[in-house]
């Protein structure tokens, strides 16, 4: 009952910089926590960052200083813009939300995934 469409994926150099972007559609009455995971080959899925309803952040130690997540609450949508890439950040990205529906149930969803590859 909720969808979430990742986009802004790509191939980049190293030092390079890309945005992705999720918007959330369907039966929401109100988000909660937004954020970004990502999963490289043979590895687990982790958190890169989150944000509350509130604006308060959460980076993992890896990417802290280079990538920035942001939110419109009036578009039910999240951005990671990310900086400094390495090939170290090559994965595919994943964006997540958990809230209410209209209905009063807990939903959390996750997007499709869009690859990030870094590489000269």
């Known amino acids: 009952q909720v969808q979430l469409v990742d986009s802004g994926g790509g191939l980049v150099q190293p030092g390079g910089s890309l945005r992705l972007s999720c918007a959330a559609s369907?039966?929401?009455?109100?988000?909660?926590?937004m954020g970004w995971y990502r999963q490289a080959p043979g590895k687990r899925r982790e958190l890169v960052a989150g944000i509350t309803s509130g604006g308060s952040t959460n980076y993992v130690d890896s990417v802290k200083g280079r990538f920035t997540i942001s939110r419109d609450n009036g578009k039910n949508t999240v951005y990671l813009q990310m900086n400094s890439l390495n090939p170290e950040d090559t994965a595919v990205y994943f964006c997540?939300?958990?809230?209410?529906?209209?209905?009063?149930?807990?939903?959390?969803?996750w997007g499709h995934g869009t690859q990030v590859t870094v590489s000269s």
């Open positions: 369907g039966s929401i009455f109100s988000i909660n926590a």
């Open positions: 997540n939300a958990d809230g209410l529906l209209v209905n009063g149930r807990p939903f959390v969803s």
